[in-house]
């Protein structure tokens, strides 16, 4: 049997029409009957690198009793010159989460995903203690079963105090071995007391690595430390899909995605 946390993540492609440029994770969050894929917002958008891509794909399995079988959903990051994606801010600054809703209309009958959902999240910050285990599952560089399109796991702890916003950002730091491609993955904690058959909490989505500025490259090791965005932002950023039916023109809804057979190329 496949863990249903595997099922959580998928792998993320960004183009410029069919110009292949970077690869991430993300993973699927719903919430009263809509479904969004979360990432982070560096992934479809990055001004100071100059990385602007006006869609993405996301790979899907379409069995799951055979996870060979998967296809691809691309989906157009903007309408009439309008992005699609939903991201905020808080007193902090901006925040490095961005949610899409994605048009199950077009998605196949058969998908074979699981899906966090609200009561996912945790809801008291002082019940995580620091040094507590995570998981983070992505596609670190890319990699990952090329067979069955499945993430990677790697293991992780708290890194600062889960209470208190890091340096008053809306992330706190994790302790792991991660890289490139791993951005928007989702960092989890086991939770035992669940009776659902997904049996984890959704505690953050990681960024990006920490390092010193001034390190020396010949003689101190990174730092090995990573931030990981609050996921109770969802919450935020899904509201106003939740709060309506959609219709044919909202951004997310009907006419953003379109299935397309995989062979596309990747990074």
């Not at 309506?244 to 009907?254: F, I």
Request: one cysteine or more; proline letters at 5%.
């Amino acid at each position: 049997m496949i863990e249903p946390l595997l099922l959580t993540t998928a792998r993320v492609s960004t183009f410029n029409n069919d110009q292949a440029l970077t690869g991430a994770s993300g993973f699927f969050f719903l919430r009263d009957e809509h479904l969004f894929l979360v990432t982070s917002r560096h992934v479809v958008i990055d001004v100071p690198s100059g990385h602007h891509p006006n869609r993405i794909e996301i790979e899907l399995h379409t069995d799951e009793h055979n996870l060979t079988q998967h296809t691809a959903l691309s989906v157009l990051l903007y309408r009439d010159g309008k992005s699609v994606w939903h991201q905020g801010k808080d007193p902090g600054g901006e925040i490095d989460v961005a949610v899409i809703e994605l048009d199950r209309s077009v998605m196949p009958e058969s998908l074979a995903i699981r899906s966090f959902t609200p009561a996912h999240l945790q809801s008291s910050l002082d019940d995580v203690e620091v040094g507590t285990s995570l998981l983070v599952v992505g596609f670190p560089l890319g990699f990952h079963d090329t067979l069955h399109h499945l993430p990677v796991v790697r293991q992780a702890v708290i890194a600062s105090s889960f209470g208190l916003r890091f340096q008053g950002q809306g992330y706190f730091l994790t302790d792991a071995r991660t890289h490139r491609g791993t951005s928007g993955a989702p960092v989890v904690m086991r939770s035992p007391e669940s009776r659902d058959d997904l049996p984890w909490k959704l505690l953050g989505v990681h960024s990006a690595r920490i390092d010193m500025g001034g390190r020396d490259l010949q003689r101190d090791e990174s730092l090995g430390l990573n931030c990981a965005w609050y996921a109770d932002i969802l919450l935020t950023l899904t509201a106003a899909a939740a709060k309506k039916v959609p219709e044919v023109g909202d951004a997310g809804s009907q006419g953003a995605a379109a299935v397309k057979p995989e062979g596309r190329s990747s990074r």
